[in-house]
């Protein structure tokens, strides 16, 4: 079992920054490939950027690309998403979740957290 704990969100203007971080507990998170989502009011859940176990891949979204980074501290168990020029398009509910598996597919994280509120105003 892993538990997931979300931080950082907030408001902010457009074109600002903000830094995400998702805090693991229970087993060992380095084990797990860990990822950000985020729903916005009425739409699907959807994938933003994921690290794998030892932090040396990363993917992202398109609509991220550019302006957002993840990385993780394993001895920290703590997964970071910084985000840059953010944009009112990304205001949503944020995710961090984990899997066991290689995939970047919603279907298979397993643990979520609750998670953290962004609002970008223009």
């Known amino acids: 079992q892993v538990q997931l704990i979300e931080s950082g969100g907030g408001l902010v203007q457009a074109g600002g920054s903000l830094r995400l971080s998702c805090a693991a507990s229970?087993?060992?998170?380095?084990?797990?490939?860990v990822g950000w989502f985020r729903q916005a009011p009425g739409k699907e859940r959807e994938f933003v950027a994921g690290v794998t176990r030892s932090g040396g891949s990363t993917n992202y979204a398109d609509s991220v690309k550019g302006r957002f980074t993840i990385s993780r501290d394993n001895s920290k168990t703590t997964v970071y998403l910084q985000m840059s020029s953010l944009k009112p398009d990304d205001t949503a509910l944020y995710f961090c979740?984990?899997?066991?598996?290689?995939?970047?597919?919603?279907?298979?994280?397993?643990?979520w957290g609750q998670g953290t509120q962004v609002t970008v105003s223009s």
């Open positions: 229970g087993r060992t998170i380095s084990t797990y490939l």
């Open positions: 979740a984990a899997t066991p598996h290689y995939s970047w597919h919603i279907r298979d994280y397993i643990y």
